[in-house]
């Protein structure tokens, strides 16, 4: 596979969390959940994921309408290596905040761990 086809690859797996993410209000019945919290930390949290979706969206964007930029330049590079980090460190943080262990909490480890190895291997081809 090329380069290009990896970074389309990584562009549909940041499509797939921001769409996952605009589920979390359902999934998690924020509506009725979040209630209990301050209105601090209700806000933060709702703020935060809409941040998250905006930058998955964008990630995704840039990975379908530039892919030759983004591992045929310094910048491009630049980014992958970002967002391979971004999924190392998500994946650190899943073991260090969410310790619950379910299959769904597990799978969605894998799809970290995905995510960065998706935005590395384009590294490796252009290299």
């Known amino acids: 596979m090329t380069a290009t086809s990896w970074i389309h690859l990584a562009g549909l797996h940041s499509l797939g969390f921001a769409v996952f993410h605009l589920a979390f209000w359902r999934i998690f019945r924020w509506r009725d959940t979040l209630r209990t919290a301050t209105v601090a930390d ?35 590079r630049a980014m992958l290596l970002g967002m391979s980090l971004f999924w190392i460190g998500r994946t650190i943080e899943q073991f260090v905040f969410l310790r619950i262990n379910r299959p769904m909490v597990h799978a ?17 081809l252009s290299a």
């Not at 809409?50 to 591992?71: K, N, Q, S, T, W």
Request: glycine share 8%; aromatic share 14%; with cysteine.
């Open 42 to 76: 209700r806000a933060i949290l709702q703020i935060l994921n809409l941040r998250l979706i905006y930058v998955f969206l964008g990630i995704a964007a840039l990975c379908f309408l530039f892919a030759d930029e983004l591992h045929g330049t310094a910048l491009g």
């Open 108 to 124: 969605l480890t894998a799809l970290f761990v995905l995510g960065a190895a998706l935005f590395a291997v384009p590294l490796w």
